[in-house]
């Protein structure tokens, strides 16, 4: 069974940075589409960012040149670095999976419990 648990959310002012991690088990991440959701009160779910096994990744027009996903085989997890924070990139974060040679589309096979990400103005 494959599991995926995010970490490294929390609270930060509009600028910041935070990195937020996945560790993945039941698979090996260079087999995976991976990729990041998020979810804020009132909105709806909205995909971040996704990467392929050949590393090529896509960013939603939000985040892009400001979030950057990442994965380490060796760590067996899945990253997401977002820098130059705003107040309405805060939700909560999800960590997504899902086999996918060509990953297209958002994956959304596997899903974590979600990180908790808040910007304050």
């Known amino acids: ?3 995926l ?23 090996t991440v260079s087999t995976l589409c991976m990729g990041w959701f998020r979810h804020a009160p009132g909105k709806e779910r909205e995909g971040v960012a996704r990467i392929r096994i050949d590393d090529h ?20 997890s899945l990253y ?13 974060y999800y960590c997504a999976a899902q086999w996918d040679l060509f990953c297209g589309t958002w994956p ?14």
Request: aromatic share 6%.
């Open 5 to 27: 648990v995010e970490s490294g959310g929390g609270s930060v002012q509009a600028g910041g940075s935070l990195r937020l991690s996945c560790e993945v088990s039941g698979a």
């Open 80 to 92: 997401l670095q977002m820098n130059g924070l705003k107040p309405e990139d805060t939700g909560m």
């Open 108 to 121: 959304n096979k596997f899903q974590g419990q979600g990180t908790q990400v808040t910007v304050s103005s």
């Open 1 to 3: 069974q494959v599991q």
């Open 57 to 76: 990744s896509y960013y939603a027009d939000p985040v892009n040149g400001r979030f950057t996903i990442s994965k380490d085989n060796a760590k067996n």
